[in-house]
């Protein structure tokens, strides 16, 4: 049995956020999906729930953290290839989200960070097939960059 994840985020604006999220690609399931929350589908086990903010607030006691102002968790998420990690980014810009800071490029793994309109943070990322497997120290030692004593 696969395992389903459902990322739940807080939402000013759920119309504005159902249309960013459509404009990276993304589909929106209807039969979860009302005036006070909609499922996102990344993939087919991966989910993100974007609720208004007084909704969201049903789920807890605690306080609800502005996104705009506060981090609470950034989602990352990979793509297949760098070209890949670019293209979902500039989706991001054209959709109204912002990029979040400058692109991060360690070799074996490439990355680009963005915000969506209410300020939630992603972060999508390609990593070299072998440091995925057998981690960045392999990777570099492959490339002839292993640590130096």
């Known amino acids: 049995m696969a395992t389903d994840i459902f990322v ?8 504005r956020s159902k249309a ?5 690609g993304w589909k929106i399931n ?3 999906t009302d005036e006070n929350a909609a499922c996102v589908v990344i993939d087919e086990h991966v989910y993100l729930m974007v609720l208004t903010r007084d909704f969201f ?3 807890t006691d605690k306080p609800i953290a502005d996104p705009s102002t506060s981090l609470q968790v950034e989602t990352a998420f990979s793509r297949d290839s760098r070209e890949a990690v670019d293209a979902i980014l500039e989706k991001a810009l054209a959709a109204g989200g912002t990029e979040h800071r400058q692109p991060q490029d360690y070799d074996f793994m490439y990355a680009r ?3 969506d ?3 939630n943070l992603f972060s999508a990322l390609w990593m070299d097939p072998v440091a995925a497997e057998k981690g960045p120290e392999a990777f570099l030692a492959q490339q002839g960059q ?3 004593g």
Request: no cysteine.
């Open 113 to 115: 960070d963005f915000e």
């Open 20 to 24: 960013f999220f459509e404009g990276l």
């Open 8 to 15: 739940n985020l807080p939402t000013s604006d759920l119309d």
């Open 30 to 32: 209807p039969l979860f």
């Open 117 to 119: 309109p209410d300020g």
């Open 57 to 59: 607030s049903t789920f």
């Open 146 to 148: 292993g640590q130096q």
